[in-house]
């Protein structure tokens, strides 16, 4: 039974954070090698000296239980946490503390997961709702609409008590804000006793801008010849920073259980080889559970999802090509598909990605897709990008007409590909998701302006007063005016969305392994139609019309799934089954 239990959670020695051995004590392992001595320093005034081994490791035992807390003395006027801390006394430039992964008792032991196909994904923000525990007093709520897993934004600990969760600085470590290591399991748990996965959004591309000292004893974690949007880029060629990253998402997937990494931009890391190598080696340490590894990455690399490796990529090209469709809003990332629209949704529709190699506005971008499965895409409207990148923070009911919105929610929910919602678009919120943090002082300063100086090539924001009223996210207004209200047409919305997700659940996900697109084709304005070949041999069929003329749609050859409308007609869609 241990073993089958360990072989369930991952658990392993780990190079990165403290390990309490078998005798009670604790041992403690930092690499820094550019010093040639680092100090262990405990809360209760204790001070040992580490020993050095010649790749730069420094290892130290102590007597240090659980709650014990401690930091690394580097140099007599620099003490730093341990960047693989698991939790944090104090914030990121705090005391790190002693924790023990296994106290944590857990109720449904036995849980493997739930196939990928089954996913119907909401992304939420921990912070906005609360705590972990606040986001645990709403699964009943989602679970009762359909949604299968929820997808938590990063909870890596960073500066201060609000921020989106990449500007994080300890990924080892919970946010103190949004509560405690056990408090994040209960959660976890409590999902899984209702049937639901969990899955957590990572970040080995950078790290934020306050609380991480790396570079201080260890400049060899960062790539020198490289860099990203968001500050130095990590060199995941070396073995030590290989392993805090591998060795982190094993981790969450182990000790936290959670059922699936969301792997943020990973084209910032720029290693196929680190990608492909991450992927191996979690499947291999977890056998006996449904793991599921999905990647944003804007090079849409086809060649990363195939069998035993990543299991989708978020797909952006549906977002941006539908975007445009819903808004007419061309500038910015939507001018690459402002050109022809309609045509790169069939393409999208058919094939999963709308670039597949070709020139994007800077560069080609993409690899071909056509023989990946539809479950390689996960399809979304809004998520927190695409929403708090924006100025405002103005979610999509608010820049197209309820009809249209309608017609494309059904298209989501219904198409082959994984489905997304961002929280509050089940219940029509009409509240901003604006980009929000919690610095201080000059760092404060920058991040306000850069943020209002970024929206000065948009034609709205050209004008230095307008871009004066854009949200400053240190304002505490901005992260509370960021948490997802109810809309005036919430009994509406949820009761719409609960129906799309029961036909997905009834008709599409039973047939959904191995399905493949076997054509598309525009029929006017804004208006496509797309076929798939179903696992079972069936062929699901769907016609939507997002423009402002009729069309003919395809005669229905099967049975009807769902209609929206009056076939052809503006704002109108249907879905049908046939054999």
């Given at each position: 039974m241990a073993n089958e239990q360990t072989r369930l959670n991952g658990d392993e020695q780990m190079k990165w954070g403290p390990q309490i051995d078998s005798d009670g004590k604790t041992r403690f392992r930092l690499w820094a090698p550019d010093q040639d001595a680092v100090r262990l320093e405990l809360a209760d005034g204790s001070v040992l000296p580490m020993d050095r081994d010649e790749g730069g490791w420094f290892e130290g035992a102590a007597d240090a239980p659980p709650g014990a807390r401690y930091r690394f003395r580097i140099r007599d006027d620099l003490a730093v946490p341990d960047p693989a801390s698991r939790q944090q006394s104090g914030g990121v430039h705090g005391w790190s503390v002693v924790t023990d992964p296994e106290a944590y008792l857990w109720t449904s032991p036995g849980w493997r997961g739930r196939p990928w196909e089954e996913a119907v994904i909401l992304e939420l923000h921990v912070g906005v709702l609360g705590s972990f525990a606040g986001v645990a007093g709403q699964l009943e709520h989602w679970r009762d609409l359909g949604i299968t897993a929820i997808e938590l934004m990063p909870v890596g600990a960073f500066s201060g008590t609000r921020n989106w969760g990449y500007d994080g600085v300890l990924p080892y470590a919970v946010a103190e804000s949004y509560g405690t290591p056990d408090e994040l399991k209960a959660l976890v748990d409590r999902a899984h006793g209702l049937g639901m996965m969990v899955m957590l959004d990572v970040v080995y591309n950078h790290f934020g801008p306050d609380g991480n000292y790396l570079a201080a004893y260890a400049s060899g974690f960062f790539d020198d010849t490289a860099d990203t949007p968001w500050g130095g880029a990590v060199a995941v060629t070396r073995d030590p920073v290989r392993r805090y990253f591998i060795d982190n998402a094993l981790m969450w997937l182990g000790q936290y259980r959670f059922d699936g990494l969301r792997f943020d931009a990973v084209h910032a890391i720029g290693d196929a080889g680190f990608l492909d190598g991450m992927a191996a080696e979690i499947r291999a340490a977890l056998p006996g559970r449904q793991i599921h590894l999905v990647l944003e990455n804007e090079h849409n690399d086809a060649d990363r999802l195939m069998p035993g490796g990543y299991d989708a990529q978020w797909n952006d090209d549906f977002h941006n090509v539908l975007h445009v469709l819903l808004t007419g809003e061309t500038?910015?990332?939507?001018?690459?598909?402002?050109?022809?629209?309609?045509?790169?949704?069939?393409?999208?529709?058919?094939?999963?990605?709308?670039?597949?190699?070709?020139?994007?506005?800077?560069?080609?971008?993409?690899?071909?897709?056509?023989?990946?499965?539809?479950?390689?895409?996960?399809?979304?409207?809004?998520?927190?990008?695409?929403?708090?990148?924006?100025?405002?923070?103005?979610?999509?009911?608010?820049?197209?007409?309820?009809?249209?919105?309608?017609?494309?929610?059904?298209?989501?929910?219904?198409?082959?590909?994984?489905?997304?919602?961002?929280?509050?678009?089940?219940?029509?919120?009409?509240?901003?998701?604006?980009?929000?943090?919690?610095?201080?002082?000059?760092?404060?300063?920058?991040?306000?302006?850069?943020?209002?100086?970024?929206?000065?090539?948009?034609?709205?924001?050209?004008?230095?007063?307008?871009?004066?009223?854009?949200?400053?996210?240190?304002?505490?207004?901005?992260?509370?005016?960021?948490?997802?209200?109810?809309?005036?047409?919430?009994?509406?919305?949820?009761?719409?969305?609960?129906?799309?997700?029961?036909?997905?659940?009834?008709?599409?996900?039973?047939?959904?392994?191995?399905?493949?697109?076997?054509?598309?084709?525009?029929?006017?304005?804004?208006?496509?139609?797309?076929?798939?070949?179903?696992?079972?041999?069936?062929?699901?069929?769907?016609?939507?019309?997002?423009?402002?003329?009729?069309?003919?749609?395809?005669?229905?050859?099967?049975?009807?799934?769902?209609?929206?409308?009056?076939?052809?007609?503006?704002?109108?869609?249907?879905?049908?089954?046939?054999r």
């Open positions: 500038e910015g990332y939507y001018a690459a598909f402002a050109d022809d629209p309609t045509g790169r949704l069939a393409r999208c529709l058919e094939q999963g990605f709308v670039y597949q190699g070709e020139e994007c506005g800077h560069g080609p971008r993409g690899k071909p897709c056509g023989h990946l499965a539809t479950t390689s895409f996960v399809a979304f409207l809004q998520n927190h990008d695409q929403i708090g990148n924006r100025a405002m923070g103005e979610r999509l009911i608010e820049l197209t007409d309820p009809a249209r919105l309608c017609a494309a929610v059904a298209l989501m929910l219904l198409c082959p590909q994984i489905p997304m919602l961002f929280m509050g678009e089940e219940t029509g919120s009409r509240s901003p998701f604006l980009f929000f943090t919690d610095f201080e002082d000059d760092l404060a300063d920058t991040v306000r302006n850069g943020r209002r100086q970024e929206f000065s090539r948009f034609s709205a924001f050209s004008d230095p007063a307008v871009r004066e009223r854009i949200p400053d996210p240190n304002d505490p207004a901005t992260f509370a005016a960021s948490a997802p209200q109810s809309g005036p047409e919430a009994a509406h919305w949820l009761s719409f969305y609960r129906e799309l997700i029961a036909l997905r659940h009834r008709h599409i996900v039973p047939r959904l392994k191995g399905a493949r697109g076997t054509g598309a084709k525009v029929l006017g304005d804004k208006a496509v139609t797309a076929n798939w070949r179903m696992g079972d041999g069936s062929t699901l069929s769907l016609a939507l019309n997002l423009g402002d003329a009729p069309v003919a749609f395809p005669e229905s050859d099967g049975d009807i799934l769902f209609a929206l409308g009056e076939a052809g007609m503006p704002s109108s869609f249907i879905a049908w089954s046939s």
